[in-house]
């Protein structure tokens, strides 16, 4: 990986984590009164700051310009401005916009493209934040620019420094080998920017190669400040791989007027050449002002040029990105849009890789020792049993270890809900308050990824289909802000996440209406339990809503849970009392490697059931078969009946009906059902692994199983899918 690869791996790795801290501190630092706490403030300050220093770092001129805008905004506010409550939202609400764009031009860093979007949108809207009069009389500010002050009463000719002004000179060094001294010495000017207003720079121009000459010289700017130096001081030395720096006062006469422009006193002179001098240099001012607007129309034809190169870069580099070998996908995957690739990146506590550390040494020892036993001619079987033991123990510790490494905590996706709802309440008018309980409960990594979209849908259900609108809750005496609530803990070896909420709850007469509309069922209403009812709307298509809205009536949200909550090996349990509210329960494991099952046997094979989908086994002989006018078997079970799979015949090994076997009663959020096997072999943890590609083309295995694993023989067991069964 080359030196500039590693520079982006690394913006973007911080730089994503910096935006995710700062959605969180924006959607959940405001207090009662809807603004920001001091503590918040400062955060964000300092978020967008470091953001802009990289961005300034690696070349990106627009997120630079961007995030200072920004930082500007939040200077104001904690230095005292007072704002509305109307203008805090506001001020809310584009800083989330510019977090949505940031992530966005990030995530186009990481795919190898540059930033591209246009800023000029967001960037007017940050700009026009603070003032309430947009509509400034451009005139005025052009008439103070052909003032010329004539000397009154003897006045003295001169260019003086403001009150608290002062005028300095700070010298940088970067430490020796660093590289690419060019690039961190305008880091150091875009960081400082905002504290102060640089006059001049040694090297003048840091866009041209002047790495040696910074080596040599150090890099110095000459800057202008109402600030304490303190606050440079801190600003400074936050640039990495800084070796030294100075800040000193600039006194020299000729340094103050060549470079700051702050002329010397003269003596009174009441003569015309006085005045000649005085129209001179106001001429000259005019004249340096037009060459300089002239300079920045033409910076800004020069920037609409290059961003117009940038889009071109972007495109080729999309071209290559999505190129293939077989000419005719080419075209086909230049139609798709571009998707940003998955960040694989994980924070570790250094205290867990200690532990990984230390066992690994010890597992190395103790298999060397194992190994020398056996090798022994006096072989001592119970040492050899004891080592075993301890390797297995370390084995045990290690896989803890491994997991608890990629566990992390659901708080980040937990967060993003309060965004989905606080943007739905704006849009929908709806007055809703969203309760976290538990968002420091850990999952594994993948989890967390695929639980995110599944969490929006249903929290999107719960604020559309659920909450009503406060006029009606006041007709049902019922607090006009409604309350949804998002909780997760662990019990065992799952997590259990809640979505809950106050509403109206579900219309069990409506659900069923619309599923016997659509084909889902063909049972009569008092056939249909509640629980039956509630996970019709689970099904492809499903929805209630007459007319498709923004947020719902296409019947999609629900079966992406259904179908991602299936990919994690999860269940759904739907709760619902009409007028009273609405319960979803998500029952997902811990970790998607790792998996509880019970071995059975069918026929010569030994196939996986999954623990957390078996509800009750009975033994041959104690339980009873019946059978419909259509053929279909059946079990009653303390007077419930349940349909009978035969495994055997599901798999294409056996169609002969016995009473022989052993009946394992499983159950999921699709429903429950009885399966027979030919015997138990006894339960352990397995490995998951996915299916071989051989097997994937043999229709009954891509349909009813779910994954393989490889027993202690070394033979490949396959994982049932008892969601596919039940449904067979």
């Keep these: 990986m080359s030196e500039i690869d590693s520079l982006k791996e690394f913006y973007v790795q911080e730089n994503m984590q910096l935006l995710e801290q700062l959605e969180e501190i924006l959607l959940v630092g405001q207090s009662g009164d809807g603004k920001l706490g001091s503590e918040a403030i400062e955060e964000i300050f300092r978020v967008m700051h470091t953001i802009k220093g990289s961005s300034a770092m690696m070349g990106y001129d627009s997120l630079t310009k961007l995030t200072h805008s920004v930082e500007d905004v939040f200077d104001e506010i904690r230095n005292g401005l007072e704002l509305s409550l109307s203008k805090w939202e506001e001020v809310v609400d584009i800083a989330l916009a510019t977090v949505d764009f940031l992530k966005e031009e990030v995530l186009n860093v990481q795919d190898g493209l540059l930033p591209e979007a246009s800023i000029d949108e967001l960037h007017d809207r940050v700009l026009n934040l603070l003032h309430d009069d947009e509509n400034v009389n451009e005139n005025n500010e052009d008439d103070k620019l052909l003032e010329i002050k004539l000397p009154n009463d003897c006045e003295k000719i001169k260019s003086t420094q403001k009150s608290g002004e002062r005028y300095l000179c700070i010298k940088v060094i970067f430490e020796s080998g660093c590289g690419m001294e060019g690039i961190r010495a305008l880091g150091v000017l875009t960081m400082i920017d905002g504290l102060c207003s640089i006059m001049q720079t040694k090297p003048e121009d840091l866009n041209v190669e002047c790495d040696d000459e910074i080596i040599k010289d150090g890099f110095i700017m000459y800057a202008k400040t109402m600030k304490e130096q303190s606050e440079l001081e801190k600003c400074i030395e936050e640039t990495m791989l800084l070796k030294s720096y100075e800040i000193i006062d600039v006194i020299d006469e000729a340094q103050l007027e060549s470079i700051f422009g702050i002329v010397a006193s003269v003596d009174e002179k009441e003569d015309e050449n006085d005045i000649q001098d005085i129209i001179n240099i106001s001429y000259e001012n005019i004249k340096n002002e037009i060459e300089r607007e002239e300079t920045e129309k033409e910076e800004t034809k020069n920037n609409e040029i290059e961003k117009d190169e940038i889009q071109k870069i972007n495109e080729a580099l999309k071209k290559e990105i999505h190129n293939e070998p077989d000419k005719k996908g080419s075209n086909k995957q230049a139609n798709q849009p571009h998707t940003h690739n998955k960040n694989n990146y994980l924070t570790v506590n250094i205290d867990k890789v200690d532990t990984l550390m230390n066992l690994v040494g010890e597992i190395v020892t103790t298999e060397s020792m194992v190994e020398k036993q056996s090798q022994l001619e006096n072989f001592d079987s119970d040492n050899f049993e004891k080592q075993a033991r301890r390797l297995h123990q370390l084995t045990n510790e290690l896989q803890d270890v491994v997991m608890s490494i990629r566990m992390v905590p659901i708080s980040s996706t937990f967060t993003k809900m309060q965004r989905v709802v606080r943007d739905m309440s704006k849009k929908t008018g709806k007055i809703v308050d969203l309760v976290l309980i538990g968002e420091q409960t850990e999952v594994d990594k993948n989890i967390l990824e695929n639980i995110s979209d599944p969490l929006m849908h249903m929290i999107r259900n719960s604020m559309d289909h659920g909450i009503e609108m406060p006029d009606v809750r006041r007709e049902n005496s019922k607090p006009e802000k409604a309350t949804v609530t998002l909780e997760a803990k662990n019990t065992g070896g799952d997590v259990v996440i809640i979505i809950k909420d106050d509403g109206k709850g579900l219309d069990k007469e409506v659900i069923i209406?619309?599923?016997?509309?659509?084909?889902?069922?063909?049972?009569?209403?008092?056939?249909?339990?509640?629980?039956?009812?509630?996970?019709?709307?689970?099904?492809?298509?499903?929805?209630?809503?007459?007319?498709?809205?923004?947020?719902?009536?296409?019947?999609?949200?629900?079966?992406?849970?259904?179908?991602?909550?299936?990919?994690?090996?999860?269940?759904?349990?739907?709760?619902?009392?009409?007028?009273?509210?609405?319960?979803?329960?998500?029952?997902?494991?811990?970790?998607?490697?790792?998996?509880?099952?019970?071995?059975?046997?069918?026929?010569?094979?030994?196939?996986?059931?999954?623990?957390?989908?078996?509800?009750?086994?009975?033994?041959?002989?104690?339980?009873?078969?019946?059978?419909?006018?259509?053929?279909?078997?059946?079990?009653?079970?303390?007077?419930?009946?349940?349909?009978?799979?035969?495994?055997?015949?599901?798999?294409?090994?056996?169609?002969?009906?016995?009473?022989?076997?052993?009946?394992?009663?499983?159950?999921?959020?699709?429903?429950?059902?009885?399966?027979?096997?030919?015997?138990?072999?006894?339960?352990?943890?397995?490995?998951?692994?996915?299916?071989?590609?051989?097997?994937?083309?043999?229709?009954?295995?891509?349909?009813?199983?779910?994954?393989?694993?490889?027993?202690?023989?070394?033979?490949?067991?396959?994982?049932?899918?008892?969601?596919?069964?039940?449904?067979?």
């Design 513 to 728: 209406k619309k599923a016997i509309e659509k084909g889902i069922t063909s049972k009569s209403i008092e056939e249909i339990s509640d629980k039956e009812a509630y996970n019709f709307i689970l099904a492809p298509g499903f929805s209630t809503n007459t007319a498709v809205t923004e947020y719902s009536g296409r019947g999609v949200g629900m079966d992406v849970v259904h179908t991602n909550i299936r990919k994690l090996r999860g269940s759904i349990s739907i709760d619902s009392e009409k007028g009273k509210g609405t319960m979803i329960v998500l029952r997902i494991p811990l970790t998607l490697a790792i998996v509880d099952g019970m071995k059975v046997q069918i026929g010569n094979e030994i196939y996986i059931i999954p623990s957390l989908n078996i509800k009750e086994v009975f033994r041959q002989g104690v339980y009873d078969i019946v059978e419909n006018p259509n053929g279909e078997e059946h079990s009653i079970i303390r007077g419930n009946c349940y349909e009978i799979r035969r495994l055997s015949n599901i798999l294409g090994i056996n169609n002969a009906k016995s009473d022989d076997g052993i009946m394992i009663l499983v159950e999921s959020e699709m429903g429950n059902a009885c399966i027979i096997v030919d015997g138990i072999i006894g339960q352990q943890q397995v490995v998951i692994k996915p299916i071989p590609a051989l097997l994937t083309q043999f229709e009954k295995v891509q349909n009813c199983m779910s994954g393989c694993s490889i027993l202690e023989d070394g033979s490949i067991s396959l994982i049932f899918d008892v969601n596919s069964i039940i449904n067979k």
